[in-house]
């Protein structure tokens, strides 16, 4: 087996994560120690403290903010080095912790300074273990380096405060309370409270450490969980009868891919064998107007995926969806660069069955707006190959109702490439008139229609004139029996590129009045990525189809 190598996506992956994270925490971080620095400013002012308010306490405050503010700085710039961003980091977080134990020498012993430090620096540290990736190594370095500044500096600050005067009078105090008297010397109470620390800061090392391998190692399970291959997922784009279709892209060549995956649940064997069969078959399809298949691979559990080229438009379905019947002109232009595309299709021997709206993409390629591509040939069956009973059985319906040829129905098993020519037809009708050709209650009504009843012309569905030559060529596509029809794709497409008093189709303008809207759709309709670890063993690949190399 062979793990996908994403090394270098992942690298990088993490460095911009790292800096963005970065530049959050030092400016969230620095404005509180800055506002807290100005609080007790105008607090001191008000008081009338003076000169006094230049004090250590003071200059821990504004010094801690001042190192957050400056890490803020270094990360909102140009992408820094990761050794870089973690030195800052780690600069940062030992200087404000300095600065925090600096400011107990300014807080009375009575008032326990060692207590507050203990809070104030162990809370930052704990959102800074939530908030910055780290790993549990480097937590435990840089929590025991800042607990060896708050022991030390637990001790020296008792032994500077810890005057003879001050001594005398927590004597004083305590033998005026309930514990008794008691005799302790300042070196004594500086032991003391230091071991109080050490035992604090052990504990707070440990949780810490402990926090960042959970934290760490989710967020590393969850990286993981999004690449495939040489592929890393981004976001889920859609999802169809076998698979689910995700935005990604290359570790090594960062082109942006679409991946199809075949859904868990979807995963039988006979599922696998055809969706395999699916690519195998479309990858050796070039056609223009069919969409290009890059690469494929297995888990070692099974799963199956393809790469193929990333599309940035909109199905026939979201078209008509959003505007509604469309001009004579434009589907021309998409019905016979469909043609084009199955008609490459037929003459090697594969039929679709699953020509329809969402399966027909309009895009812009190579600065050409509205570029048609025929997708997913996840039903495609190979004409005269042995095929399996349970994937081509007399009993099974493939495909969809709303576009399926009458012999779909009766006769799954003998259907040939015509029924795409019926299919391609019903395209076009949905295309001209916004509906589609036949409409029921439910599956059996639809397909019946299909089997039995004319279809309603599309001008008198519409209520008004349709270009009479096109009508008539969908509506021959939609002949019962398939001697009727075009026999081939290539004669359909010859047929429509005969109609000569058509414009050509420019659908620039149309996308500059749609495309914002469109891009909203696709928005609402992205969710999460994959939540499990999948492997490739690229070794486990079966044999491609005969004829391909």
Same mark, same amino acid.
Request: hydrophobic fraction near 45%; proline fraction near 5%.
């Given at each position: !087996?062979?793990?996908?190598?994403?090394?270098?996506?992942?690298?990088?992956?993490?460095?911009?994560?790292?800096?963005?994270?970065?530049?959050?925490?030092?400016?969230?971080?620095?404005?509180? #120690?800055?506002?807290? /620095?100005?609080?007790?400013?105008?607090?001191?002012?008000?008081?009338?403290?003076?000169?006094?308010?230049?004090?250590? *306490?003071?200059?821990?405050?504004?010094?801690?903010?001042?190192?957050?503010?400056? +890490?803020?700085?270094?990360?909102?710039?140009?992408?820094?080095?990761?050794?870089?961003?973690?030195?800052?980091?780690?600069?940062?977080?030992?200087?404000? *912790?300095?600065? !925090?134990?600096?400011?107990?020498?300014?807080?009375?012993?009575?008032?326990?300074?060692?207590?507050?430090?203990?809070?104030?620096?162990?809370?930052?540290?704990?959102?800074?273990?939530?908030?910055?990736?780290?790993?549990?190594?480097?937590? #435990? %370095?840089?929590?025991?380096?800042?607990?060896?500044?708050?022991?030390?500096?637990?001790?020296?600050?008792?032994?500077?405060?810890?005057?003879?005067?001050?001594?005398? =009078?927590?004597?004083?105090?305590?033998?005026?309370?309930?514990?008794?008297?008691?005799?302790?010397?300042?070196?004594?109470? =500086?032991?003391? /409270?230091?071991?109080?620390?050490?035992?604090?800061?052990?504990?707070?090392?440990?949780?810490?450490?402990?926090?960042?391998?959970?934290?760490?190692?989710?967020?590393?399970?969850?990286?993981?969980?999004?690449?495939?291959?040489?592929?890393? $997922?981004?976001?889920?784009?859609?999802?169809?009868?076998?698979?689910?279709?995700?935005?990604? *892209?290359? =570790?090594?060549?960062?082109?942006?891919?679409?991946?199809?995956?075949?859904?868990?649940?979807?995963?039988?064997?006979?599922?696998?064998?055809?969706?395999?069969?699916?690519?195998?078959?479309?990858?050796?399809?070039?056609?223009?107007?069919?969409?290009?298949?890059?690469?494929?691979?297995?888990?070692?559990?099974? $799963? #199956?995926?393809?790469?193929?080229?990333?599309?940035?438009?909109?199905?026939?379905?979201?078209?008509?969806?959003?505007?509604?019947?469309?001009?004579?002109?434009?589907?021309?232009?998409?019905?016979?660069?469909? @043609?084009?595309?199955?008609?490459?299709?037929?003459?090697?021997?594969?039929?679709?069955?699953?020509?329809?709206?969402?399966?027909?993409?309009?895009?812009?390629?190579?600065?050409?707006?509205?570029?048609?591509?025929?997708?997913?040939?996840?039903?495609?069956?190979?004409?005269?190959?042995?095929?399996?009973?349970? $994937? *081509?059985?007399?009993?099974?319906?493939?495909?969809? &109702?709303?576009?399926?040829?009458?012999?779909?129905?009766?006769?799954?098993?003998?259907?040939?490439?015509? +029924?795409?020519?019926?299919?391609?037809? +019903?395209?076009?009708?949905?295309?001209?008139?916004?509906?589609?050709?036949?409409?029921?209650?439910?599956?059996?009504?639809?397909? !019946?229609?299909?089997?039995?009843?004319?279809?309603?012309?599309?001008?008198?569905?519409?209520?008004?004139?349709?270009?009479? +030559?096109?009508? @008539?060529?969908?509506?021959?596509?939609?002949?019962?029996?398939?001697?009727?029809?075009?026999?081939?794709?290539?004669?359909?497409?010859?047929?429509?590129?005969?109609?000569?008093?058509? &414009?050509?189709?420019?659908?620039?303008? /149309? %996308?500059?009045?749609?495309?914002?809207?469109?891009?909203?759709?696709?928005?609402?309709?992205? =969710?999460?990525?994959?939540?499990?670890?999948?492997?490739?063993?690229?070794?486990?690949?079966?044999? &491609?189809?005969?004829?391909?190399?």
């Amino acid at each position: !087996m062979v793990r996908g190598t994403t090394t270098g996506a992942s690298d990088e992956e993490a460095r911009e994560f790292l800096q963005r994270r970065l530049r959050k925490f030092g400016l969230i971080a620095g404005n509180f #120690f800055l506002v807290a /620095w100005l609080i007790r400013l105008v607090g001191g002012l008000a008081e009338g403290y003076g000169v006094r308010l230049i004090s250590v *306490s003071m200059g821990g405050h504004l010094a801690a903010s001042l190192a957050l503010l400056a +890490a803020w700085v270094v990360a909102r710039g140009k992408p820094r080095s990761m050794g870089t961003l973690r030195f800052v980091e780690a600069a940062t977080i030992l200087e404000a *912790s300095l600065a !925090m134990v600096i400011m107990a020498l300014d807080i009375p012993i009575i008032g326990h300074p060692h207590k507050i430090v203990l809070v104030a620096v162990s809370f930052g540290l704990f959102v800074r273990v939530i908030y910055i990736p780290s790993s549990p190594k480097r937590t #435990f %370095w840089l929590m025991s380096a800042v607990s060896v500044m708050a022991v030390v500096g637990t001790y020296v600050t008792v032994m500077l405060n810890a005057t003879p005067e001050v001594m005398a =009078a927590l004597a004083v105090m305590v033998e005026a309370s309930d514990i008794g008297p008691i005799a302790v010397t300042a070196s004594e109470m =500086a032991v003391g /409270w230091a071991f109080e620390v050490a035992l604090y800061w052990g504990f707070a090392v440990g949780l810490c450490t402990a926090g960042s391998q959970v934290i760490y190692g989710l967020r590393r399970e969850v990286r993981h969980s999004k690449r495939l291959g040489q592929y890393t $997922l981004e976001s889920l784009l859609g999802e169809g009868g076998m698979g689910a279709v995700y935005r990604a *892209s290359h =570790a090594m060549l960062r082109r942006p891919t679409a991946i199809k995956l075949l859904l868990p649940d979807k995963a039988g064997e006979d599922a696998l064998v055809r969706f395999e069969r699916e690519v195998q078959l479309t990858a050796r399809l070039t056609h223009a107007n069919t969409i290009t298949v890059f690469d494929y691979g297995r888990t070692p559990d099974g $799963l #199956f995926y393809y790469a193929m080229e990333l599309l940035d438009g909109a199905t026939v379905a979201d078209v008509v969806e959003l505007t509604g019947p469309q001009p004579p002109e434009r589907v021309r232009h998409i019905l016979s660069a469909c @043609a084009g595309a199955l008609a490459e299709a037929h003459d090697i021997g594969l039929i679709h069955r699953d020509v329809k709206p969402g399966n027909i993409m309009l895009c812009t390629q190579g600065g050409e707006a509205d570029v048609p591509k025929v997708l997913d040939f996840g039903l495609v069956k190979q004409l005269g190959a042995n095929v399996s009973n349970s $994937l *081509s059985a007399s009993t099974t319906i493939v495909g969809t &109702p709303l576009y399926l040829s009458p012999e779909a129905v009766t006769s799954a098993n003998l259907l040939d490439h015509r +029924a795409d020519i019926y299919a391609l037809g +019903a395209v076009g009708y949905y295309l001209l008139t916004g509906r589609h050709v036949f409409e029921g209650g439910n599956i059996i009504e639809v397909c !019946m229609k299909h089997v039995g009843e004319a279809p309603i012309p599309p001008s008198d569905r519409l209520g008004e004139p349709v270009h009479p +030559a096109l009508e @008539a060529l969908v509506l021959r596509c939609l002949a019962k029996l398939p001697g009727e029809r075009p026999q081939n794709a290539r004669e359909l497409r010859e047929a429509l590129l005969e109609i000569s008093d058509l &414009p050509r189709w420019n659908g620039a303008w /149309w %996308w500059d009045e749609h495309g914002a809207t469109i891009a909203d759709v696709h928005t609402e309709r992205q =969710a999460s990525s994959l939540n499990e670890t999948i492997d490739i063993d690229m070794l486990a690949r079966r044999q &491609p189809a005969p004829g391909k190399t």
